[in-house]
């Protein structure tokens, strides 16, 4: 590739992944229905789940801690952070219908501490997103191990599959009001996704010898992320 059409893929490739990141996680869980016509998500919601993932994934591959117990830390990290920016840990889902699973007193809830920080956003947000993009970019399926835990074709890869599904469509039923919101959320999230991973893919992303799709960011990437989760 020319380097105007390098650059083309890196940017193709850096914004694909950070929806892919938001998307995961949130249009996944019904928490990011209708995000098309909501401007928090492309305020907050990408942005932080977006630039969150590549930071971590810089930093995991920068530092050589790629094993998956050191990726699930990272992914903690970000649980951490992700649970209580957005306020969920502290005030919960008060009056709007959404899963809630108890608490003690007005500043800990079980399910969203427990729930989201344990499980939900250190493997759906992270881990999921991840095991995707080193089984489609070899500049990913290079540095970090072979995301066998979830496309193994083993009874137990079989298993984490189903319990995923199980896990989305459960949370799914309960955040989604009715079949014309669904479509409306999902639709455009596979259109967005399949079209994009088209682009990338036909400008190089996907070679082998392709540092469009690099999990390093640079000192310039670093720089922007950094000034990026800061505002």
């Known amino acids: 590739m020319t380097r105007p059409s390098e ?12 929806f892919l990141a938001y998307a995961l996680p949130e249009i996944f869980a019904g928490t990011g229905k209708g995000w098309p016509a909501r401007p928090d998500a492309y305020l907050l919601g990408i942005p932080l789940y977006g630039l969150h993932f590549l930071l971590l994934g810089h930093i995991a591959a920068r530092s050589g801690r790629t094993g998956w117990r050191a990726l699930y830390l990272l992914g903690l990290g970000f649980g951490l952070y992700e649970t209580w920016i957005t306020k969920v840990v502290w005030a919960g889902y008060p009056g709007n219908g959404g899963f809630a699973m ?23 947000s992270f881990l999921l997103p991840l095991a995707v993009l080193t089984r489609l970019f070899p500049a990913w399926g290079a540095v970090f191990p072979a995301p066998g835990w979830l496309f193994a074709p083993t009874r137990a890869g079989r298993a984490r599959r189903l319990g995923l599904v199980l896990i989305w469509a459960s949370m799914g039923a309960l955040n ?3 079949i014309g919101s669904y479509l409306f959320t999902w639709l455009p999230m596979l259109a967005l996704l399949w079209l994009g991973w088209r682009g990338i893919r036909r400008l190089g992303a996907t070679q082998p010898e392709s540092r469009a799709a690099a999990p390093e960011l640079g000192r310039a990437g670093m720089v922007a992320v950094l ?3 800061g505002a």
């Open 102 to 124: 108890g608490g003690f007193g007005p500043w800990f809830g079980i399910h969203e501490t427990v729930g989201l920080l344990f499980f939900y956003h250190a493997v759906t």
């Open 227 to 229: 000034v990026g989760l």
């Open 176 to 178: 989604f009001g009715d």
């Open 7 to 18: 650059a083309i893929a890196r940017t193709g490739f850096l914004l694909w992944a950070a």
